[in-house]
């Protein structure tokens, strides 16, 4: 088993990324009242043909259980849940572990009895689940819940369930050199509203009305269920009404074969509302009509994620035969939260004009260099591996039996077989698993908690417990289609290559592949590095053979070399958990404690080169050779270097942070013993955020308190949007804001404002982003939010300039190396801002 851990691993993390737009699971929320005070919750599952949803009662070292959070109070729960279904038990043939699954055949129903007390009337929460089918799992995904529970003895089957579709944005014209506009790019091309008419005393007639914008269409509920999502429309069960008839529709029908999907759909076009209706028979006109409609929108070019909207009509309500209302209201009316409006009109439209040109989104092109750099150090690594380099001589002799022409050419087409093989396989994650969300990894708290796993998995590989391979049958079936010759089989003698080595190089692979992954096309690149070191050898030695008597012979320091990287994948495997503490403020893992972690696997490699310590491959060391002593000392070094670490710096009142730890270890104000700086306590009281930042810079981590500050003192304000796990933003604060030019100027001429985007604090309140309609539920998100529809942008760092009444000041930048820059974009926003007072000052004296 453990030589498919690792496929699974890298399975698991892929699908948690995919971006494929996919609803196979549908959920209804209804509640039973069983007694005075005492109701039955009932969650229910509708699952599409060829998926399964995984019971809230499976392993945990496996696919993710579906769980229920509970969000409001003033009841209890009696008892478990119970679940019904068609259940199925056995080893999940994604994750190869013991699960409990539930099939599409019946819907999965869960209930869990409660008693509330006297007085609610409602509960709230939300439901996280994940599916699968045969090939593949999607992430999974938190769906809100609001479920009323009515006072008499009649049952209730109200639910609200929110859909967290993020509409994406644009900034159009921002770049390193200008800034023309700014537009939030809402794709929203559909506008509902709905009506309801009274025909006659008992029966109603719904209508459900689409304002299509130009050139985008919306398909038919009766439209092929194996192309784009049809129009749907789902109703909470009830005893208080029944549909009489088939839905009617409306509008400029056309029918053929869809460009998208090449199959026959039937579509309704721009020209004219697309309308629905139905008729129902109505019981009770006191209780409402509650459900949700579905619907895909496509135009010639794209086609949008299917989205969810709910509606409720109340035929009570009904006045003069007709009651209007729109989507927006219906989403008011359903939404439980408070409604959040983050957008500033005067940074939005100071942020097309700006009042100078200062700053400017920079490109960084340099990352990728790294990227590209770290992969092929990653790819002479594989090189001095047991399992690749004596292949180089075996491989280049084969070549060069034929004459020398021809071995070159054969030794050249190798090599770049090699290239194709790995390169392939990034630009495959990077398109399949989606680009934007590889980012979203570098921060998520379970992704780096399972990185940590993976890497810690990938070190004891390489000290030899076990070895990670690929089933035998692969290489067999590769090496036969090698022995057919030509190019086809010189290609599949580096295929070969790839699959009998991957127990030394999958660990690298995978670990070069999340290190790239904060980057859109960072696993392309990385492999492209990896696969170049991997393949220069073989051309190069396949033309110049004679140049094999100088490599050394394989032997024992092959070993050494997988040990000493098993001792790297250890302390990197740190790196990840410190991001998941960070988010999470778990507070365990700090400066400190991840500083003497790092000296002590330095000091641990330096004892195994040494022979002191042996692991189960190792025998024993008779003599140290010159090579093995300069790694000695080089490790030596590294752990003096770390413990220089500790040394204690004036200027931040922190551990003065080592450079080239700049992103990996936590801040150094982030620390177990050091006394905390003081606060002007005048300011704590009044301002809840005010603390200190990096390098004890003074600021405060909530807007509209530094605004207010800003306000009273009339200083420009710097807005910092940073994240705990933003490796570019510790290499900002590090690297630049410790130059005296730079740091003076945040602490004397700037009011520091430093919004933390991917912090997991949960807030008191659940609110919803009015302009996202998209709940937000943490600190992070909150921030996130203001960012997306203020600036246009979701990465960070990303750092503005501001007046105190809230207007841009030149453009903002993002990372970017070398202080100088940094310190003139400072600058230059306190000139701007200084002559823009004398300006207002000379007007107010004429």
Request: net charge negative; hydrophobic share 40%.
């Given at each position: 088993?453990?030589?498919?851990?690792?496929?699974s691993?890298?399975?698991?993390?892929?699908?948690?990324?995919?971006?494929?737009?996919?609803?196979?699971?549908?959920?209804?929320?209804?509640?039973?009242?069983?007694?005075?005070?005492?109701?039955?919750?009932?969650?229910?599952?509708?699952i599409?043909?060829?998926?399964?949803?995984?019971?809230?009662?499976?392993g945990?070292?496996?696919?993710?259980?579906?769980?229920?959070t509970y969000?409001?109070?003033?009841?209890?729960?009696i008892?478990?849940?119970?679940?019904?279904?068609s259940?199925k038990?056995?080893?999940?043939?994604?994750?190869?572990?013991?699960?409990?699954?539930?099939?599409?055949?019946?819907?999965y129903?869960?209930?869990?009895k409660?008693?509330?007390?006297?007085?609610?009337?409602?509960?709230?929460?939300?439901?996280?689940?994940?599916?699968?089918?045969?090939?593949?799992?999607?992430?999974?995904?938190?769906?809100?819940?609001?479920?009323?529970?009515?006072?008499?003895?009649?049952?209730?089957?109200?639910?609200?369930?929110?859909?967290?579709?993020?509409?994406?944005?644009?900034?159009?014209?921002?770049?390193?050199?200008?800034?023309?506009?700014?537009?939030?790019n809402?794709?929203?091309?559909?506008?509902?509203?709905?009506?309801?008419?009274?025909?006659?005393?008992?029966?109603?007639?719904?209508?459900?009305i689409?304002?299509?914008?130009k050139?985008?269409?919306?398909?038919?509920?009766?439209?092929?269920?194996?192309?784009?999502?049809?129009?749907?429309i789902?109703?909470?069960?009830g005893?208080?009404?029944s549909?009489?008839?088939?839905?009617?529709?409306?509008?400029?029908?056309?029918?053929?074969?869809?460009?998208?999907?090449?199959?026959?759909?039937?579509?309704?076009?721009?020209?004219?509302?697309?309308i629905?209706?139905?008729?129902?028979?109505?019981?009770?006109?006191?209780?409402?009509?509650?459900?949700?409609?579905?619907?895909?929108?496509c135009?010639?070019k794209?086609?949008?994620?299917?989205?969810?909207?709910?509606?409720?009509?109340?035929?009570?309500n009904?006045?003069?035969?007709?009651?209007?209302?729109?989507?927006a209201?219906?989403?008011?009316?359903?939404?439980?939260?408070?409604?959040?409006?983050?957008?500033?009109?005067?940074?939005r439209?100071?942020?097309a004009?700006?009042?100078?040109?200062?700053?400017?989104?920079?490109?960084?092109?340099?990352?990728?260099?790294?990227?590209?750099?770290?992969?092929f150090?990653?790819?002479?690594l594989?090189?001095l591996?047991?399992?690749?380099?004596p292949?180089?001589?075996?491989?280049?002799?084969?070549?060069?039996?034929?004459?020398?022409?021809?071995?070159?050419?054969?030794?050249?087409?190798?090599?770049?077989s090699?290239i194709?093989?790995?390169?392939?396989?990034g630009?495959?994650?990077?398109a399949?698993?989606?680009?934007?969300?590889?980012n979203?990894?570098s921060?998520?708290?379970?992704?780096?908690?399972?990185?940590?796993?993976?890497?810690?998995?990938?070190?004891?590989?390489?000290?030899?417990?076990?070895?990670?391979?690929?089933?035998?049958?692969?290489?067999?079936?590769s090496?036969k289609?090698?022995?057919?010759?030509?190019?086809i089989?010189?290609?599949?003698?580096?295929?070969?290559?790839?699959?009998?080595?991957?127990?030394?190089?999958?660990?690298?692979?995978?670990?070069?592949?999340?290190e790239?992954?904060?980057?859109?096309?960072g696993?392309?690149?990385?492999?492209?590095?990896?696969a170049?070191?991997?393949?220069?050898?073989?051309?190069?030695?396949a033309?110049?053979?004679s140049?094999?008597?100088?490599?050394?012979?394989?032997?024992?320091?092959?070993?050494?070399v997988?040990?000493?990287?098993?001792?790297?994948?250890?302390?990197?495997?740190?790196?990840?958990?410190?991001?998941?503490?960070?988010?999470?403020?778990?507070?365990?893992?700090?400066y400190?404690?991840?500083?003497?972690?790092?000296?002590?696997?330095?000091?641990?490699?330096?004892?195994?080169?040494?022979?002191?310590?042996?692991?189960?491959?190792?025998?024993?060391?008779?003599?140290?050779?010159?090579?093995?002593?300069g790694?000695v000392?080089?490790?030596?070094?590294?752990?003096?270097?770390?413990?220089?670490?500790?040394r204690?710096?004036?200027?931040?009142?922190a551990?003065?942070?080592?450079?080239?730890?700049?992103?990996?270890?936590?801040?150094?104000?982030?620390?177990?013993?050091?006394?905390k700086?003081?606060?002007?306590?005048?300011?704590?009281?009044?301002?809840?955020?005010?603390?200190k930042c990096?390098?004890?810079?003074?600021?405060?981590?909530d807007?509209?308190?530094?605004?207010?500050?800003?306000?009273?003192?009339?200083?420009?304000?710097?807005?910092?949007?940073t994240?705990?796990?933003?490796?570019?933003?510790?290499?900002?604060?590090?690297?630049?804001?410790?130059?005296?030019?730079v740091?003076?100027?945040?602490?004397?001429?700037?009011?520091?404002?430093?919004?933390?985007?991917?912090?997991d604090?949960?807030?008191?309140t659940?609110?919803?982003s009015?302009s996202?309609?998209?709940?937000?539920?943490?600190?992070?998100?909150m921030?996130?939010?203001?960012?997306?529809?203020?600036?246009?942008?979701?990465?960070?760092?990303?750092?503005a300039?501001?007046t105190?009444?809230?207007?841009?000041?030149?453009?903002?930048?993002?990372?970017e190396?070398?202080?100088?820059?940094?310190?003139?974009f400072?600058?230059?926003g306190?000139?701007?801002?200084?002559?823009?007072k004398n300006?207002i000052?000379?007007?107010?004296?004429?």
């Amino acid at each position: 088993m453990l030589r498919y851990v690792y496929i699974s691993a890298i399975l698991f993390l892929a699908n948690i990324v995919s971006g494929q737009i996919l609803q196979p699971v549908k959920w209804s929320f209804s509640s039973e009242k069983l007694s005075e005070g005492e109701y039955m919750l009932i969650y229910e599952a509708k699952i599409d043909k060829g998926w399964t949803v995984y019971s809230q009662f499976t392993g945990d070292d496996g696919p993710i259980p579906t769980s229920i959070t509970y969000e409001s109070e003033g009841f209890e729960q009696i008892g478990k849940s119970e679940e019904f279904g068609s259940k199925k038990e056995g080893v999940d043939p994604i994750f190869d572990v013991m699960v409990t699954k539930f099939l599409d055949d019946e819907n999965y129903v869960i209930k869990q009895k409660i008693l509330a007390n006297k007085g609610v009337t409602k509960v709230t929460g939300y439901l996280s689940f994940m599916c699968c089918d045969d090939t593949k799992c999607l992430p999974p995904v938190d769906i809100d819940f609001s479920i009323d529970l009515l006072i008499n003895d009649e049952s209730s089957t109200t639910a609200s369930i929110n859909s967290e579709i993020s509409p994406s944005f644009s900034v159009s014209g921002i770049n390193g050199n200008e800034t023309n506009s700014f537009t939030t790019n809402f794709v929203d091309p559909v506008h509902w509203t709905y009506v309801i008419e009274k025909v006659n005393e008992q029966e109603y007639l719904l209508k459900f009305i689409a304002n299509v914008e130009k050139n985008w269409n919306v398909y038919s509920q009766f439209t092929s269920d194996d192309g784009p999502v049809p129009t749907a429309i789902y109703y909470e069960e009830g005893d208080h009404y029944s549909i009489i008839d088939r839905t009617v529709e409306k509008g400029h029908k056309k029918e053929g074969i869809d460009p998208f999907f090449d199959v026959l759909v039937t579509k309704f076009l721009d020209d004219e509302p697309y309308i629905i209706e139905h008729r129902i028979k109505v019981n009770d006109i006191q209780k409402e009509i509650v459900g949700g409609l579905e619907y895909m929108a496509c135009d010639d070019k794209e086609c949008l994620p299917p989205q969810f909207i709910d509606f409720k009509f109340n035929p009570a309500n009904l006045t003069g035969g007709k009651i209007l209302l729109s989507s927006a209201e219906i989403s008011k009316m359903i939404l439980e939260g408070n409604v959040v409006d983050n957008i500033i009109p005067s940074i939005r439209s100071s942020l097309a004009n700006p009042t100078s040109e200062c700053g400017g989104i920079q490109e960084i092109s340099s990352n990728l260099w790294l990227t590209f750099v770290f992969g092929f150090i990653g790819g002479l690594l594989a090189l001095l591996t047991p399992c690749v380099f004596p292949m180089i001589p075996l491989t280049v002799s084969f070549f060069t039996k034929d004459t020398k022409r021809k071995g070159w050419m054969n030794g050249l087409i190798y090599g770049l077989s090699i290239i194709v093989i790995y390169v392939a396989l990034g630009i495959f994650l990077t398109a399949f698993f989606g680009a934007d969300a590889l980012n979203r990894l570098s921060t998520n708290w379970i992704a780096n908690t399972i990185f940590f796993l993976i890497f810690i998995f990938f070190a004891l590989s390489f000290f030899g417990y076990y070895e990670i391979t690929l089933p035998s049958s692969w290489s067999n079936k590769s090496d036969k289609m090698a022995d057919k010759g030509g190019i086809i089989g010189i290609f599949f003698m580096a295929f070969t290559l790839a699959i009998v080595s991957f127990s030394c190089t999958g660990p690298i692979i995978g670990s070069a592949i999340v290190e790239s992954a904060s980057s859109k096309i960072g696993p392309s690149v990385v492999m492209t590095g990896f696969a170049l070191a991997l393949a220069i050898p073989f051309g190069f030695f396949a033309a110049f053979p004679s140049w094999l008597n100088t490599l050394p012979k394989s032997g024992s320091w092959m070993t050494s070399v997988k040990v000493v990287l098993g001792f790297l994948e250890l302390a990197l495997a740190f790196k990840f958990l410190s991001v998941a503490d960070l988010t999470n403020h778990w507070g365990f893992l700090r400066y400190e404690l991840f500083m003497g972690i790092w000296v002590l696997i330095a000091i641990l490699t330096m004892l195994y080169l040494l022979g002191l310590i042996r692991f189960p491959h190792d025998s024993k060391l008779k003599k140290i050779n010159p090579v093995r002593w300069g790694f000695v000392a080089l490790f030596a070094a590294a752990a003096i270097y770390l413990v220089t670490g500790f040394r204690f710096n004036e200027k931040t009142q922190a551990y003065d942070s080592k450079a080239l730890l700049s992103g990996i270890s936590p801040p150094a104000h982030y620390n177990f013993f050091l006394p905390k700086p003081e606060l002007n306590s005048d300011l704590k009281t009044r301002f809840f955020s005010y603390d200190k930042c990096a390098n004890n810079l003074d600021c405060f981590k909530d807007y509209y308190e530094g605004v207010a500050y800003a306000k009273e003192v009339n200083k420009p304000i710097f807005l910092d949007f940073t994240g705990h796990g933003c490796v570019n933003c510790r290499k900002t604060e590090e690297h630049i804001w410790v130059k005296e030019e730079v740091y003076s100027k945040l602490r004397d001429d700037f009011i520091l404002v430093s919004l933390y985007c991917d912090d997991d604090k949960k807030l008191d309140t659940p609110l919803i982003s009015k302009s996202r309609n998209e709940k937000l539920r943490d600190v992070g998100k909150m921030w996130s939010d203001f960012q997306i529809v203020n600036f246009g942008s979701n990465s960070q760092p990303l750092y503005a300039m501001m007046t105190p009444n809230e207007e841009i000041i030149g453009k903002p930048r993002g990372y970017e190396p070398g202080w100088q820059s940094y310190a003139n974009f400072l600058e230059c926003g306190l000139s701007a801002f200084s002559n823009s007072k004398n300006l207002i000052g000379s007007v107010k004296g004429k």
